[in-house]
């Protein structure tokens, strides 16, 4: 999906000599465009929602008019075979040229069948079961009618009360492109969309979405230029080099300008830089919403300046419905610029084979079959399993063998609709399988003691008496606390990052039962646990873990898997931290020069690091690494990669999966580097007392970032190297990039 537009200056002049050139435009569409008007073009570019959204009634009669005269191009929030296949006969039959909808929806981890959350998804650090579970999520959406998702989000995110972080892959640019790569191929496949099981992804939200100022969503970013290519776009190149189809701009503004209307986003970088040749599709309204930051003085000069600046699709603004054609006319908007988005949303419709047949994702049959399938539920309880994130453990976890009588208490222990978190698509509680129903076939009768406690919020107390009697009477206490689904996502912000409602109340009384306490975190954001990691003898970050996340937690209980996760961002101790991240600069005063001196960069009343750092996560075994090798001291510019090599023991007595991570450190550069980042990672599996030599190879593009003379590149120099199980990584190495 890339074409050479470098010769294209300036960019729409001579957009249309090059479309049929193009790779990247089907050889069917200049006929077709030839043959639309100025308003059927238009309408290619419109993208409405069905009315119907979520959860009302379905008013069809709203959009038929603008169905009929060609005037929407593309719906999100209608799925199922059946429900699209009435929508796609009313565009289709009734309008002049007959192009079918492309029918989009946020599938963000999983459709039917629901995935842990991505942040979850991401703590596997398994780039295999992730790239499955969007296979799968591909597949069940596709089924039930759909052509795209909103998806992967792939916004960098070093602040936890941005609620959002919940739908990325957490604080790492290098993680980020991994994860990136690796749902992009699970969702289009090989990136020909010509398979009937596939989707076409859209990388979201370009750009910076994620360094919203003070953790609030949809509020300011301000980042340099140098933070914008090192961090947040990554992520985004490498979903463009896996073939993403599509990309969304965010909501925000980026250093004074919506990214809606960012030339600089969406032609400099995007198009000339990145040769994308794909289309771009704005975000909610957000061409519309220019006007509120005040980069537009009304809707006609918000849909000239994004049409300008290379936004392609508006979703839900109403801009191009109203106002493009005449801007066309008018010559406020070259025509070229009109055909170049026309061409490539056509151009994906043809290559979906939606031309040939516009109802070939309408088959009711295919879709019941699909939804749900045994081996989809399994690859969700797999990735639950993966995902999940062991913090402490004094050793009550796994539960031993003659345990007798669990108390499972909390509000998240039976909660079947939070357990699927933030964008649950069409996932249902009903297809949820809770902890409290994992537990039941595991103890069965009197054996599991439920009782919830409290709820996640609100000031009720009157059910910590039967909790308590709970844990009295058992012999563990399993505690399910953290966020619900409505408290991590879109809009969900939060200043405190404490447990809510009662729930560290409920706790405290637990705790005086005098039973050992397993806290099961069920969140989509790290929460703090400072204050409460005394109260209790193991924490397992399970997340919102999706429809298989009760049976997948009850494995790790039992012992059945070994917690294998480990965190994708820094977890603070106070919010004062944030925002908080590994891959920080020095400063000139790390540490005190003298002792007594107090002028270095600290908090008076936190230490500067994190609760738990990057990388981190414990297993029911441990391991050890050793004979750290650099195949040479010396790694040339235009050589060879440098290998690296490291010992890792399994030195428990059980079978367990290790993250390896390797980090660089760059230690003089033309501007100032970061004291590490990572640079490689592995997740290997180990038999007790197996060892293995892991190998990784880095290059110097590695190594590149972006100059003090704004290229982007690497400069020769001392490196130094850190092998471990996460961020803190003792074992180190150097060379010189000659
Ligand atoms: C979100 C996007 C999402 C879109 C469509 C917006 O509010 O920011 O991530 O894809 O809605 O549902």
């Not at 980020?176 to 596939?198: F, H, I, K, N, S």
């Not at 070939?360 to 295919?366: G, K, Q, S, T």
């Not at 400063?587 to 003298?594: E, F, K, Y």
């Not at 090599?645 to 399994?650: I, P």
Request: hydrophobic share 45%.
């Amino acid at each position: 999906m890339r074409r050479r537009l470098s010769l294209v200056v300036p960019l729409f002049v001579c957009v249309t000599s090059v479309l049929a050139a193009s790779p990247d435009i089907d050889p069917r569409v200049p006929a077709l465009l030839a043959r639309l008007t100025l308003e059927e073009k238009v309408g290619q570019l419109v993208q409405l929602s069905s009315r119907a959204d979520m959860t009302g009634p379905v008013e069809k009669s709203s959009l038929t008019p603008q169905l009929q005269a060609g005037g929407v191009g593309s719906m999100l929030n209608v799925s199922g075979a059946a429900e699209t296949r009435r929508w796609q006969q009313a565009a289709v039959a009734s309008s002049r040229h007959g192009i079918p909808l492309l029918f989009a929806l946020d599938v963000i981890h999983g459709y039917r069948t629901i995935f842990p959350i991505p942040l979850a998804a991401a703590a596997s650090w398994d780039l295999a079961c992730i790239e499955e579970s969007e296979r799968i999520a591909a597949a069940e959406a596709a089924a039930a009618g759909l052509h795209w998702t909103f998806a992967p989000m792939i916004d960098i995110a070093r602040d936890a009360r941005w609620g959002r972080i919940a739908e990325g892959a957490g604080e790492d640019p290098f993680l980020g492109a991994a994860v990136a790569r690796a749902r992009v191929r699970g969702l289009q496949g090989d990136g020909r969309y010509t398979a009937p099981d596939r989707l076409l992804a859209c990388a979201k939200h370009f750009a910076a979405y994620g360094a919203a100022q003070a953790g609030r969503d949809y509020f300011t970013t301000d980042v340099t230029e140098r933070v914008l290519r090192e961090v947040y776009l990554p992520p985004f190149r490498a979903a463009l080099d896996a073939g993403v189809a599509t990309f969304m701009s965010g909501f925000n503004d980026l250093d004074g300008t919506p990214c809606s209307a960012s030339g600089f986003l969406l032609t400099d970088i995007l198009r000339r830089e990145w040769d994308f040749g794909g289309f771009v599709v704005s975000d909610w309204a957000s061409i519309r919403e220019m006007i509120q930051h005040g980069s537009a003085g009304d809707l006609r000069a918000a849909a000239q300046q994004a049409m300008l600046a290379g936004l392609d699709m508006d979703m839900e603004g109403g801009a191009y419905a109203a106002h493009l054609a005449e801007l066309v006319r008018s010559g406020a908007v070259p025509e070229a610029r009109l055909d170049a988005a026309v061409s490539a949303v056509l151009s994906a419709k043809f290559r979906l084979g939606l031309f040939d047949d516009p109802y070939r994702f309408n088959d009711e049959a295919r879709e019941s079959a699909t939804l749900l399938h045994p081996d989809h539920l399994a690859a969700a309880r797999d990735l639950a399993r993966r995902s999940c994130v062991l913090l402490k453990n004094t050793g009550v976890l796994p539960l031993a063998p003659e345990t007798r009588t669990v108390a499972l208490v909390g509000p998240l222990a039976d909660a079947p609709l939070h357990q699927l978190g933030a964008w649950r698509a069409r996932g249902r509680p009903e297809d949820t399988v809770t902890i409290r129903t994992a537990l039941a076939e595991i103890f069965p009768g009197e054996r599991l003691r439920y009782a919830p406690g409290c709820a996640v919020r609100g000031e009720d107390t009157t059910g910590f008496a039967a909790a308590r009697a709970a844990a009295e009477a058992a012999d563990v206490v399993l505690v399910a606390l953290g966020e619900d689904a409505d408290q991590s996502g879109e809009s969900t912000s939060r200043t405190s990052l404490d447990l809510s409602g009662p729930q560290v109340a409920l706790l405290r009384e637990l705790r005086a039962a005098g039973k050992p306490i397993v806290l099961l975190l069920l969140t989509g954001r790290p929460l703090l646990l400072e204050e409460i990691e005394s109260l209790v003898d193991a924490v397992l970050v399970a997340w919102h873990p999706g429809t298989m996340g009760g049976p997948a937690v009850a494995d790790l209980l039992t012992g059945a898997a070994n917690p294998s996760g480990r965190l994708p961002v820094s977890w603070p101790r106070r919010v004062g931290q944030l925002p908080l991240f590994y891959a920080h600069k020095n400063t000139g005063r790390p540490a005190p020069l003298d002792a007594g001196d107090r002028y270095y960069t600290r908090y008076l009343d936190a230490p500067n690091a994190p609760h738990f750092p990057f990388g981190f996560g414990l297993s029911y075994t441990t391991f050890a690494y050793d004979e750290l090798r650099l195949a040479s001291p010396t790694l040339r510019a235009d050589g060879p990669p440098l290998t690296v090599r490291v010992r890792v023991r399994n030195t428990g007595s059980r079978a367990g999966e290790e993250v390896v991570q390797l980090y660089v450190r760059d230690r003089v550069g033309s501007v100032t580097r970061p004291v590490r980042e990572l640079k490689g990672f592995a997740k290997i599996a180990l038999a007790p007392g197996e060892a293995r030599t892991v190998e990784f190879q880095i290059t110097p593009a590695d190594l590149a970032f972006w100059r003090a003379d704004r290229t982007w590149g690497p400069e020769p120099g001392q490196f130094d190297v850190f092998v471990g199980p996460d961020a803190t990584a003792e074992l180190s190495a150097s060379f010189r990039l000659e």
